[in-house]
């Protein structure tokens, strides 16, 4: 089969014969034997250590799990692996269960040693390895993937006394940033992208059934009783498929649809904003602008506390050596960019975020989503950046039940109906 390619990250470096012995026996058993085969091998060699059939694998095993470089190589090596099997059983929907199971192999206990000498100081260093992979962000990567397969039926009530990491199946637009990583190849990227694909085609077919099952009972309700009991007898019910009520979710509908500023929609005020912008004025003048048009959609009561001069000290402190120069398609992308920091969190290291607390207290959640809407409808190239943020946040949160961080919780749940609304295909005009 050959050497295995590097990857990205920290895979830039030589991968050893050792691991490409492992890498090609898992490469060629993948597409021969079956998903139950292949996860009980992969746990007599990673899991229990019993090793394989094959002398030469288990040779190699050996000197990798001995190797002094194992602290730093065995968690890449165990990773890739994983994936060299998920990627392939990826392509069938059928075998998410597989994929599931495999991931949770490292949830379980291994058998008792059951080995002296030699073969017990290596099962016991085996041990410790897997031990520091599942303190990895690489296993915490798996972990969610197998959350994004995994489909629970769970009471409102359960839910919200769950991790918020168990939430990261509703929201497509953090896949890419919280089950890739470093080291994804360009196959586990394809994977992700398809599977956010599917997940955000399906959560706007299911809101657009509910929308129209919703426009129908109120017509019908306004018949009469009776014509509402024949319609609801008549056809199957659409569920809510938010976590919002249904009169949060009615309200955020007309508010990423509707008329909102001065009786234009979101789509219109950037439109009108960009035609302003396309007589290219110098940059001083189009952060001035741009204070005005994000200072709109926001309370006037909040805005006049703190929140108005925050966000043109921002403005005015970006890039202030080029306020004489033009405005260019680069000032653009990067003042939007640096408004997301502002307006939601830098990065993973620096992770103060109390604009955006404070902002979602006080102005709501709806229309928090909708002032990061008019960014991104702003200048599009900056929504893989507020997704990446709003990762970061989710990331930070994961642990943390989500009623507890119940503001985190409406944001997302907007912003995927703002998502589908303004990029997607939901067809939502009928509440309009």
Known sequence: MGVIEAGNGYNNRQITPEESRIYDYFLHLVDRESTDSLIERFRRLFIEGNGSENVQVNQAFYKVVTSRA?????????NRCCHILINRWQLNIRSNDAIITLIHLFDSAPSPYGATGQRSRVIQ????????????EQYGTLQRLATVLEQQV??????????????????????????????????QQHTIQRLQSQHQRQFEVD?????????????????????????????QPATNPTLLTNYELAASVRHFTGKVNGGETYR???KGFHAQSSYRPLYGQ????????LSESVDPAFAKQRFNQQLCNNLKSTFTDLDHQPLSDFLMVRTCGQLLNFLVVENSRKLNHFTFVDLV?????????GLLLKVVLLCT??????????????SHYESTTQESVLWLVQVLENLNIAFSTNFGNANLSLVV
């Open 70 to 78: 194992a602290e730093v190589d065995f968690p890449h090596i165990v």
């Open 125 to 136: 260093r085996l041990r410790q390895l897997i031990k520091k992979f599942i303190a990895t």
């Open 381 to 394: 190239k900056v929504k893989p950046y507020l997704e990446k943020r709003l990762a970061i946040l989710f």
């Open 207 to 235: 809101l657009s059934q509910y929308v129209l099952y919703q426009v129908r009972c109120a017509k019908a309700a306004r018949q009469g009783k009776a014509q509402l009991d024949a319609l609801q007898q008549r056809i």
């Open 361 to 369: 207290g006080n102005v709501g959640a709806t229309a928090t989503t």
């Open 286 to 293: 189009f952060k001035k602008d741009l204070h005005q048009y």
């Open 154 to 187: 769970v009471s409102r009530e359960e839910l919200f006394k769950a991790p918020l990491g168990t939430l990261i199946r509703r929201y497509p637009y953090l896949y890419e940033h919280c089950l890739l990583g470093d080291e994804s190849t360009q196959e």
């Open 268 to 270: 219109d005020l950037a």
